[in-house]
């Protein structure tokens, strides 16, 4: 489940507490008194047999004495009794519930673990929701909710904040109360037995009273699904992460409190970056993010200029911006020319922009608008520091003054101190122009604009198409593993692995397997001298860290004697060492390499991940490595480079020429389409990967493999993958063919050229307004979609015109969170209709719906668009008028468990 019933939850009429009190200082009667106090216009009714009344409220027996059925029910009794109550309520009608009891498996308890299952087992057939067990409860200001026992009634508001700590959750409230932020909810989900991140985000994302959302996260559940509402959620507000276990301490700890297992930290962040989501470090961070966020401001690069009236506050800010991953602006000859007619003779030349302490307010207006024409400055930061010669105040002002000529130039402003200081810092923020306490403070809050922007792009990028530049043979990989699995092995030698790297046409070194040193040698001569040498073993993983590794041998005699002592030595340094061998395999000429590491691993919670960063023996000690959730394009395996240090050594440096970086990128695609291929892949290195002008060459590689996942298996990736198994040829009646299968990103143009084609009337019908070109934006939602939720056939075809593929047909489906509903929607182009093909691809896209489960097909007709009104009557839609828009909407609706398959 996903949204259903929350509703319940975040708006009812009615809320039952069971286990209501009145002993001082108790969860129940704190609670309580959260609940009568907070405005809540509904009936709040106390149970407890113990009680005669609570909060002056009469106090009933038990929950069949209730006078009506609850909508929402809060639970502060026994744990042993909670799956009885949750039994008795969902009988009754209750449709959800707060549990803020604990003792559901917290540390690992397996008896906590039975009771949660108990509880869910009870909540099940009655649809109810539940938020907990072990959590602090809700808070809905606006609707009067306080189902709660923090100390104080939070604001009302329109930011959203969900954690798993309920300790978190009354410190948040506390820490904003004071600074007079308000929340539109505060949701403590403790250890999420039902309701999870995912299904809050998908909730939260469609509240109109929420503008933003943050999270306090230790742990996720239901990668699948928290991917899928994380990016529709943060493609509409922003989405502000604060995650704890950075550290393996913090991790344990976080994982003993919620009961849940914790990925890797370097996994979430990949997570979070392709969602679009943004992390912080800390709570100030977390609330100096989303004020920054809010104020509109929006940045045109990554560039900042520092202006300032003293050098020392220019120079914090620069170490904070670059600590923080930022780069400072290098101005324009043309704009040092025009601050020199507007500036003293003393000023610095050069970013910081320092004015000088003496600066009016006159001289801080008129720097700012000449650095906001600056070409190379994408954003200006306005620092002022209190002088006994200056009035900052007046500073402040003009700064308000020049900005409200051009409201949308990005300008982030820190005026230290207080005082004065403080009343400009409240100027700024009355004109919703961002402002900070310190420099350093401000240029984070900055590089919060960057990585949002980053983040957000990736969800927008068009990528360009590597169909035609690689085509794998998984069934060739899939035949040398499942002949290891059959002699019983977890991992492929050497030659093995390199064999399905092949496979996936990733540039391998010829090697080859001797069983002796005399055959070592005599490889050697075939080969081609000078090769490397190297223990083969499915024991010995480090092979150079145990002598197992001989490089540039120039002669078979050399190579002889090489194998004979790796041989001796390692049976004496490792005697229970199964050996099987050596491996041969000729020197690589890669002048100016680079030496990289990557890979395929294993999370207990997002699934297979990548990795990617600095290569060779030192890997574990560099610890240089991003981690990115597959699937991949090239946009995106471009990107994930850039989050190491070693890529500024790829793109080259003194006479060292740039790596080829598509070459690098295309490798990490064909590792991503290995993982949607193959689950038999458990893991896999390739470490070295060399890489120069000239491309890459796997030297080494090793895979972990494991027998094939069943059907029904927990999902291989967090992200779905393009479902290539939808493709297919679609033949229609009078003869025309055309290739059905899913849109993907690269798309784009296609899409475009389609909407190009058709006339003004047919856009009109479609889109229920006239185009002759369709926005970028729009074109980007449309080839961009989540195959978890959505899903588009295109129907292909050579265009009659240059024979270029095009995009002749598109039919979508677009499912609701619950998977129960989905619209439909289907066009096609003016000079394709009359043939069938709608029809044909209205029937695939209906299969498709019935095969993944869904119920009920709907879609939105014009009354005007006879052809669909009818070709819907054919397929088997139920039409009515459209509640809304009765006079010039349709509604079709198909119900696809009652309609026969054809």
Known sequence: MSVRNLDYLFKPRSIAVIGASRRAKSVGAVLSHNLFNAGFEGPVMPVNPREQSVESTLCYNSIADLPLTPDLAVLVVPPSTVPAAIAELGARGTKAAVVVTAGFGEGGDEEGQRRKQALLDAARPHLMRIIGPNCLGIMVPRHGVNASF??????PGNIAFLTQSGAVA???????TYRGIGFSHVVSLGNMADVDFGDMLDYLAADPDTKAILMYIESVTHARKFMSAGRAAARTKPVIVLKSGRTDAAAKAAASHTGALAGADAVYDAAFRRAGMLRVNDMVELFDAVETLATGVRIKGERLTILTNGGGMGVLATEALIENGGTLSELAPETVTALDEVLPPTWSKHNPVDIIGDAPGERYAN???VLLKDPNTDAVLVLNCPQAIADSHEAAEAVVEALGKQPDAPVLTSWVGEGAAAEARQLFARNRIPTYETPGQAARAFMHLVNHKRNQELLVQTPPSVAELFQADPDRAREIIHAALADGRTMLNEPE???????????VVDTR????????????EKIGLPVALKILSPDITHKTDKGGVRLNLH????????AARMLATLQAAEPDARIEGFTVQQMANMPGASELIVGIAADPIFGAVLLFGQGGTKVEVVKDK???LPPLNMVLAREMMTHTRIYRELKGYRNIKPVDLDAVALTMIKLSQMVTDMTEVMELDINPLMANDKGVLALDARIGIRPPLAKGSPRRTAIRPVPHWLEKDLALDNGMTFRLRP???EDLPLIQDMVHRCTPEDTRLRFFAPLRELPHSAAIRLTQIDYDREMALVAIAPDETDGTPAIHGVVRITADPDNEKAEFAVMVRSDKKGVGLGYRMMKEIIDYARDRGLKVVFGEILRENHTMIEMCRALGFEQSAHPDEPQTMVRAVIDLEAVPVE
């Open 513 to 524: 397997i001797a069983t002796t040193p005399e055959e070592a040698a005599q490889l050697a």
């Open 626 to 628: 991003v981690i990115s």
């Open 170 to 176: 009354t410190a948040v409230v506390d820490w904003a």
């Open 150 to 155: 923090v100390h104080i009634n939070p604001l």
């Open 497 to 507: 692995s390199k064999a399905v790297l092949e496979a996936y046409q990733i540039p």
């Open 367 to 369: 720097a700012m608008n």
């Open 555 to 562: 002669s078979a005699d050399e190579v002889h004697f090489a």
């Open 743 to 745: 849109i993907r990103p």
